[in-house]
Each structure stands twice: as structure tokens, then as C-alpha cells.
């Protein structure tokens, strides 16, 4: 799978909710602690296609790299990369049926060693689509979010089908439709990978082709890079 175009940094996603981006925003520059005042979780949450699994995937790594003493802590926190993989989450791809018992029992057995291989000394673990676990599991697992040592991040399509209490204990941000200047900048930086000029889409058009993604990054994504390639943009590997 061609990576060029994958997210690698917190700029590459147009949050919807200016508040809920300065929250993450604050985590990453390490002003905000996290977990800290009963909140142990991100709830990303939007519609299809918006990059909720792809930022749930990337976060655990841009929190690792907060915390290590390099000259990108001296960036904004939208632009800091990690430079390893170096976060080793545990992920539950959630679905219909999932058995919460076993979720809860996972998280526990593992929150029992301390995180030393983490720099930020906590277990990280993503839970995919939470909103397909029954309701009796997503209340277990409420409980278990109070584990130390741990934090959490989900992604879901339907925040209604959340359990209200998980929601409390979670940082709230949108992926939904976002404001169209950050598909803009989006879009330049995709079309300079291409190797064209970054106004080679006039903005007007990046605009339209935002509006008609509808919020969706991955048909916006596709239709820019569709369109660079028309105008003899070239992907390398």
C-alpha cells in the first residue's frame, strides 16, 4: 500500500470543533496532562470516512513523541511527527457481540505491569467502533477506564449508541465536515507530493471538491489525487 498520502501528523486532519482541536492540541504540547481529571480517553467520533481510525491509530505515537526531549516539542503540536513507531497500543476492533469480559480482562492483565517501555509510562489501547458493543459491555468497560496507567482511544460513527458515562470520561472531537480552508491546505500538500505546484488546483476547485466529499477525507483525497495525476502529477513510492 502506497503511504505517501497517509496522515503523519495532527495538521493532516480538518477537526471540526476549533475547541476540541486545541484540546488535543494541548496534550500533544504536554500543557494539558492526560489522563487527569477522570478523563482517560479520546472519543473520535464522525461520519464514514472522515480518518477517525487513521488519527485513533496515529495519536498513541504523537503522544510518545511528546515526551521526548527533541527540537520538534520547540513546533506547534499540529506539526510534530513521530519519528518511530515507538506507542505499541493494543487494539479491539469492536463489533456486534463484543465480548466485553474479555476487553475488561485484557486491560486489566496488562495494566498490572508498569508501561516502561512507554515514555509516558501508560498503556494505550484503541478501541475501534465502540458504539457495536452491546450496551452491558461498554458499561463494563466503563469501569475499567478508571484503570491507572492507561488511556484510551475510540472511534465511532454513531455518538448517540455510546453509553453516556464512557462519553463523560472521554475528550469529545468531531471529524465531520470542518471548515474548508484546512481542505485546502490539505489539498496543496498533497498535490506538492505529486510533485506539482501547490496552486495547480485552484483553490476555488479544492473548495468544491471538499464540499461535494462531504466530510469524507478519503473521497476527498482520492478525487485531488485523481485529478494531480490529470495534470501529470506523479505518486512515488
Keep these: 500500500m502506497n503511504t505517501i498520502f497517509l496522515p503523519n501528523c495532527l495538521d493532516d486532519f480538518p477537526l471540526s470543533n476549533p475547541l476540541e482541536r486545541k484540546t488535543v492540541e494541548l496534550i500533544l504540547s504536554r500543557k494539558l496532562p492526560f489522563p487527569f481529571g477522570g478523563k482517560t480517553g479520546i472519543l473520535l467520533w464522525g461520519g464514514y470516512g472522515t480518518g477517525k481510525t487513521t488519527l485513533a491509530n496515529l495519536l498513541p505515537d504523537l503522544i510518545e513523541e511528546s515526551y521526548q526531549s527533541t527540537p520538534q516539542r520547540l513546533q506547534t503540536p499540529g506539526q510534530i511527527k513521530p519519528q518511530t513507531q515507538s ?48 450496551d452491558k459491555a461498554q458499561e463494563s468497560l466503563k469501569a475499567t477506564t478508571g484503570t491507572l496507567q492507561c488511556m484510551f482511544i475510540y472511534t465511532t460513527n454513531h455518538l448517540n449508541k455510546v453509553d ?58 482520492n478525487t485531488v489525487v485523481t485529478v494531480g495525476i490529470e495534470l501529470g502529477g506523479e505518486i512515488n513510492d
Design 164 to 221: 453516556k458515562g464512557l462519553i463523560n470520561r472521554c475528550h469529545l472531537v468531531e471529524m465531520n465536515q470542518s471548515s474548508t480552508p484546512a481542505y485546502v491546505k490539505i489539498g496543496q500538500s498533497m498535490l506538492i507530493k505529486l510533485g506539482l505546484e501547490s496552486d495547480a488546483i485552484p483553490e476555488a476547485n479544492l473548495v468544491e471538491i471538499a464540499k461535494a466529499s462531504g466530510g469524507s477525507m478519503r473521497e476527498f483525497t
Design 87 to 134: 506507542a505499541l497500543p493494543t487494539i479491539f476492533l469492536c463489533g456486534h457481540g463484543t465480548n466485553g469480559v474479555e476487553i475488561n480482562n485484557k486491560i486489566k492483565d496488562q495494566a498490572i505491569y508498569n508501561a516502561l517501555y512507554h515514555q509516558s509510562k501508560h498503556h494505550y489501547f484503541i478501541l475501534d467502533e465502540v458504539d457495536l458493543m452491546t
